[in-house]
DNA sequence: AGATGTTTAGCCGCGC
DNA sequence: GCGCGGCTAAACATCT
């Protein structure tokens, strides 16, 4: 993670939010650097259910990569599904999948680079001379995109305008945005739906008894929204010493914060508890109010008291930004600016996966959402927008917020170009970040977002 | 019937 | 080696 070593760099930080808290007005801003009409092209635009028809409009995948790639979703090595993938797979291809996993079928022998977003190679994965290949996962049935189910469920549902997305929306968005699930054996829904019902991330919404349709409507649990950095779903392991404190106390704090860590979910789902007995013992505890409450102690003592981290950092107590992921903790925190023009609400995906440095880098990046209905909306609460010029602030404060992000970005990408030799670190960090306390029915839209556009801004003024 | 949701089982790769 | 995370597969239940 690029740092900010500077005392300088704080203090300015300092009085640029300390004013912007104070309520200073914003910057000017200079739409040639904001524009977000490329947003508009997207093609994760499709995951608006009213559109998800099949009739939505095909952009040129070329178009698409680039999109999605400057949408920031990076290709993630620790995510990538490890199983051989249903269906027409890579694997079957001679493709080696990614990362470091060779094709375990050698019938066939097809030579072809490994799936990436990045130019960048995994950890373990062979450097390769030569001009590197980028993977169209929206036209390239061949190639699995490296993402977990998880990631994609969570994709799915942050490119969705809505606060709670099908099942069926699910299964559109992954189909309209990745084309080998489109070939692939239907068995990768079955994992889709496995996969929400076991990660105690994503959380169920009963349909309500007059909402038509099937089935019920699935959301990333707030509680656990912070398992999901850059979109992608992280629960690795954290590094023994990548916190000042040991990682055994951490990891049981991560366990406390985290039910996922249940052995059932874990993979002593079968030596310690029984599922049976884990899922109980989850479910007992399954409330997010309560277990919020649990954790809201722990929470507040610090397990990532960004008060604190501010008094260090601003305080000299920290010398470096290093320990402050500000993109962590922005993508933790959800950022998600209201945006739509003239009235007029654009469909999903009106946002960014952003704070991309460079694609030589892995970069760190933060989901800037720009759905109006992301934050208008509650579970259960359609509140129609009809505030064109609160509109109208918003966007420009998103747009410029983007702009300042696109700008810390740069002033983040003066990093030594080692660091780009170690592009998973940030993924060692992903335990660091924060645990949400956040109205678990979405609500985390409002209330959180006071102070998620604080912290959206914190690059901005920097 | 088909879609959706839950649960169980087992395999694999990776990190510690 | 062990634990963990991710995946596939399958059985089963429930709902539309």
């Known amino acids: 993670m690029p740092v900010l070593s500077s005392p300088d760099t704080a203090n300015r930080f300092r009085e640029r939010w300390l004013d912007q808290a104070a309520g200073s007005g914003s910057a000017p801003l200079d739409d040639s650097l904001t524009s977000l009409h490329w947003l508009q092209n997207f093609s994760i635009l499709s995951a608006d259910p009213e559109r998800l028809a099949g009739t939505g409009p095909e952009y040129p995948s070329s178009q698409h990569h680039l999109l999605l790639r400057r949408l920031g979703f990076p290709r993630t090595g620790t995510d990538s599904p490890s199983s051989p993938p249903a269906g027409d797979t890579a694997a079957a291809a001679g493709m080696p999948r990614y990362p470091g996993s060779p094709a375990t079928s050698g019938s066939q022998t097809t030579a072809a680079p490994p799936p990436r977003f990045s130019p960048l190679p995994a950890p373990g994965f062979p450097v390769q001379a030569g001009p590197q290949v980028e993977v169209d996962y929206r036209s390239n049935p061949k190639v699995k995109p490296p993402y977990s189910y998880a990631s994609l469920i969570c994709m799915a549902m942050q490119a969705s305008k809505q606060p709670k997305v099908t099942l069926s929306t699910i299964y559109s968005w992954i189909t309209d945005n990745f084309c080998y699930y489109r070939h692939a054996e239907p068995s990768w829904q079955n994992s889709i739906r496995h996969n929400l019902s076991l990660n105690k991330c994503f959380k169920k919404v009963p349909r309500q008894k007059d909402e038509p349709g099937k089935g019920g409507f699935w959301q990333i649990d707030p509680q656990y929204a912070d398992m999901f950095v850059n979109g992608i779903f992280k629960r690795r392991r954290m590094s023994a010493n990548h916190y000042g404190g040991s990682a055994a106390a951490r990891q049981s704090k991560l366990v406390e914060g985290f039910p996922s860590s249940c052995p059932h979910q874990a993979g002593a789902k079968r030596k310690q508890l029984s599922s049976t ?91 800037l959402d720009l759905s109006t209905a992301s934050m208008d909306s509650t579970v259960g609460v359609s509140q129609p927008l009809q505030r064109p010029q609160l509109e109208q602030d918003q966007l420009l404060q998103g747009q410029h917020q983007l702009q300042q992000l696109d700008e810390s970005a740069t002033l983040f990408g003066e990093q030594p170009a080692d660091a780009a030799l170690q592009p998973w670190e940030e993924i060692k960090e992903e335990p660091q970040v924060i645990p949400l306390t956040l109205d678990p029915g979405f609500g985390l839209y409002e209330g959180f977002f006071t102070e998620m556009q604080q912290w959206e801004r914190v690059e901005s003024y920097l």
């Open 277 to 367: 007995d884990c899922s109980k013992l989850m479910r007992s505890t399954e409330s997010p109010l309560l277990t919020m409450e649990a954790n809201k102690a722990d929470i507040l003592k610090g397990d990532f008291d960004l008060g604190s981290v501010f008094d260090d950092v601003l305080g000299g107590g920290c010398s470096t930004f290093e320990d402050l992921d500000l993109n962590t903790a922005l993508s933790s925190l959800g950022c998600e600016v209201e945006a739509s023009m003239n009235g007029r609400h654009h469909a999903a995906g009106l946002g960014r996966w952003c704070g991309s440095v460079d694609v030589t880098h892995y970069p760190s990046c933060s989901y």
